[in-house]
């Protein structure tokens, strides 16, 4: 369980030293009461960004477990992934079978991407917020990471206690589309040739996919350039601890939050509005589709001992590693990251995904992406 979510018993500390002294949990956030229900063993709270406000994983409070899909292709410490950080590393490296997280702006994916995992991330609206310490009310989504997309379907089952209705399409029943505005920008080497290695593999296996301009992608940075709904509604929950405990924060998430200090009531309601009027372009323009496939993350994990020193580069580093997921999230969508890479590669994940309420469309491709893509990766299908 992600170290925001209130489990009976317990403290929720969100990762950071100025929750150290919060009372134990009286009750399990609704989330948590609805896994453990069904049966789950809960082994603990994991480790991640300091309120959940970075994509990069690195805590300077209680250090930053390192990534451990990338340890066998490099002995340097590289980042995990956030802010889901502990939770990527745990199912990484065997400990649970998922990770309860949360997805702001790609909290799920990002990991999953960086250490070669699935991380679903739902249409908000579905999955409950009730007993969970808030980034921002509206792009904060409960969801989580696994192994592989059945695990997925059956976590998201049971968060947003819903059935999924599957299809399970072949490959040459699919309809696929591209981005390419945007989304496949700056990409890194390894990352780049992994994705189209992987669309190869799937126009072979008989999926039809083809390239599409998303025009409104190319307004996302000037949208955000105030700090964006994180931003404005993070500061209005900290606000007030910030101003007896905020010298307790890391710097570098006191100083996303501080943003939203700027930004006025009347810039927050246009901002809902101009997310509305891009949502609707957006979903006119993917209209026919059954998904969209784009890279999760432009970059491999990156080391994490230069990103310690640098606020340059950390800052850099984070707004790369967010820039892809956090459109769906600003789209209302869902999305999900699978693992693309060749087994001699560095985990690479490729990001399918569509707008609100095409969970289980989402879902049902991924599956078959999952079995088409498996030879890539040396498992079998």
């Known amino acids: 369980m992600k170290d925001l979510y209130d489990v009976a018993g317990f403290p929720t500390t969100a990762g950071s ?79 649970a079978l998922a990770a309860l997280g949360s997805d702001t702006g790609g909290s799920i994916r ?12 739902n249409t908000q609206r579905l999955t409950p917020l009730q007993g969970t310490v808030p980034l921002s009310s ?22 947003a206690a819903r059935v999924v209705t599957l299809a399970r399409r072949p490959l040459r029943a699919l309809r696929l589309a591209v981005p390419s505005t945007v989304f496949l920008d700056g990409l890194d080497t390894v ?21 599409l301009p998303l025009p409104p992608m190319s307004e996302v940075a000037a949208m955000m350039s105030q700090g964006g709904f994180a931003a404005a509604e993070s500061w209005a929950w900290h606000r007030h ?6 010298q307790e924060y890391d710097p570098r998430v006191a100083a996303r939050i501080r943003r939203g200090e700027a930004i006025s009531a009347a810039d927050y309601l246009d901002l809902h509005r101009l997310r509305a009027d891009w ?47 956090s459109a769906i999230n600003l789209l209302d969508g869902c999305a999900i990251s699978l693992p693309c890479q060749s087994v001699d590669e560095m985990p ?17 491709v991924a599956l078959t992406l999952e079995t088409g893509l498996a030879g890539l990766r040396g498992v079998a299908p």
């Open 348 to 364: 690479v994940g490729l990001m399918v995904w569509r707008e609100a309420m095409a969970d289980d469309v989402v879902l049902d």
């Open 241 to 246: 601890r910030m101003a007896e405990r905020g």
């Open 279 to 325: 949502i609707a372009r957006m979903d006119a323009t993917m209209r026919g589709f059954d998904a969209m496939l784009s890279p999760t993350v432009p970059m491999l994990a990156p080391e994490i001992a230069p990103l310690l020193d640098s606020d340059e580069r950390f800052f850099a580093t984070n707004a790369l590693l967010l820039r892809n997921p």
């Open 110 to 121: 990002i990991p999953a991407a960086l250490q070669g995992l699935v991380g679903f991330k």
């Open 17 to 95: 030293h100025s929750m150290r002294d919060t009372a134990a949990a009286p009750a399990d956030s609704l989330a948590v009461a609805r896994v453990r229900a069904a049966g789950a063993v809960l082994t603990g709270h994991t480790q991640m960004s300091e309120f959940a406000f970075s994509g990069v994983g690195i805590n300077p409070h209680h250090g930053t477990p390192a990534n451990v899909g990338t340890a066998r292709h490099d002995p340097n410490p590289r980042v995990p992934g956030g802010s889901t950080s502990g939770g990527a590393v745990t199912v990484a490296g065997g400990a």
């Open 138 to 159: 509206t792009l904060d989504t409960v969801c989580a990471i696994t192994a592989d997309v059945a695990d997925a379907i059956t976590m998201h089952e049971v968060l």
């Open 191 to 211: 990352v780049a040739r992994a994705f189209e290695r992987a669309l190869t593999t799937l126009r072979r296996g008989g999926a039809q996919i083809e390239d």
